[in-house]
């Protein structure tokens, strides 16, 4: 059976993702690192953090993905990996092939195989795995037939029953999800764009082509 989670709001910086009967499954915040006075540290990345329910705080972090600045590269803290805390640049979890320019990302599953992330115009992201080219998951639109938000127009992210670890499908969905935004952003700032001309940001249909560094 398939897995929705909605995004609510549709912002993959500040988001919760939320089953089609209501319950939160993850939470994503955005906020600046801190230093060890508890206060936002002066020039300090932001940082993006994934989490889900647990019984406790350390259990709940799902990962950390640290946006660094002035051409330095961001990275992820997370155990998805292979089950203990690993930290790598998000250049080297989802990576690209060739030297081209595009969105299309890879990354190596828990399960030994290889997945892409590709983003489609009018569609949204999909998910597949590249060896059989089997659909994993996709972000899109719709209209909800049932459930919690029965009638109501959302951006969803629904993912098929498969071997992939969901904590890594919904890690590598949000940062190609929050950087397809950011390219966005800085086409449409390129074209004389003002703020609130800003397209809103679910989807592919806009920038569904661009580059991601």
């Excluded at 950390?64 to 002035?70: G, K």
Aim: glycine residues 10%; aromatic residues 8%; hydrophobic residues 35%.
């Amino acid at each position: 059976m398939c897995l929705r989670l909605y995004l609510v709001p549709n912002d993959p910086e500040r988001t919760t993702l939320v089953s089609a009967n209501g319950v939160a499954q993850y939470q994503v915040s955005t906020s600046k690192a801190q230093n060890r006075s508890g206060l936002a540290a002066v020039g300090a990345p932001p940082v993006l953090v994934i989490r889900r329910p647990a019984e406790s705080e350390g259990d709940s972090v799902v990962a950390e993905v640290e946006w660094r600045r002035f051409g330095a590269h961001p990275v992820v803290r997370s155990n998805v990996f292979d089950g203990s805390t690993m930290e790598m640049e998000v250049r080297k979890f989802l990576y690209k092939m060739g030297h081209h320019f595009t969105m299309t990302r890879q990354f190596l599953g828990d399960d030994g195989h290889e997945y892409r992330w590709k983003p489609f115009k009018y569609i949204g992201h999909v998910l597949t795995r590249l060896d059989t080219g089997t659909e994993i998951a996709r972000f899109t639109q719709e209209v909800v037939r049932e459930g919690f938000f029965h009638g109501e127009r959302k951006w969803c992210l629904s993912i098929q029953p498969t071997t992939l670890d969901i904590d890594l499908i919904v890690l590598s969905f949000i940062i190609m999800e929050k950087r397809r935004r950011d390219r966005v952003a800085v086409e449409a700032m390129k074209d004389g764009c003002h703020d609130e001309d800003l397209p809103e940001g679910g989807g592919c249909e806009a920038g569904g082509g661009g580059a991601m560094g």
